[in-house]
Nanobody, 124 residues
Framework: QAQLAESGGGLVQAGGSLRLSCAAS????????MGWFRQAPGKEREYVAAIRRRNGATYYADSVKGRFTISNDNAKNTVYLQMNSLGPEDTAVYYC?????????????????WGQGTQVTVSS
């Protein structure tokens, strides 16, 4: 059974950095698009970034562009989210997700697999 497992969350001061990891198991997801989403308390889950594993194309939400970097290691079947210049507005539970590669990537409804999430808290 395909599973996604996030790790790397934690507490960091404003201006700091964290790197999240999403380890995939049960299948390779080689033809999939992998996405990162986040959900703050009382808010809807929102798109953060996505990467197409087939060709490495990356996409970002405007709110994180220039600060976050999504990357992929096919050999480890793992996707990463490097987060720099973090601010309190980035505090949320971060989720990894996977969908078959074709089509859009910015909606939660487009994804077939989800991890359990990892908490990121940025103190001011």
């Amino acid at each position: 059974q395909a599973q996604l497992a996030e790790s790397g969350g934690g507490l960091v001061q404003a201006g700091g950095s964290l790197r999240l990891s999403c380890a995939a198991s049960g299948r390779t997801f080689s033809d999939y698009t992998m996405g990162w989403f986040r959900q703050a308390p009382g808010k809807e889950r929102e798109y953060v970034a996505a990467i197409r594993r087939r060709n490495g194309a990356t996409y970002y939400a405007d709110s994180v562009k220039g600060r976050f970097t999504i990357s992929n290691d096919n050999a480890k079947n793992t996707v990463y989210l490097q987060m720099n210049s973090l601010g309190p507005e980035d505090t949320a539970v971060y989720y990894c997700a996977a969908k078959y590669s074709s089509g859009g990537y910015g909606s939660v409804y487009q994804y077939d697999y989800w991890g359990q999430g990892t908490q990121v808290t940025v103190s001011s």
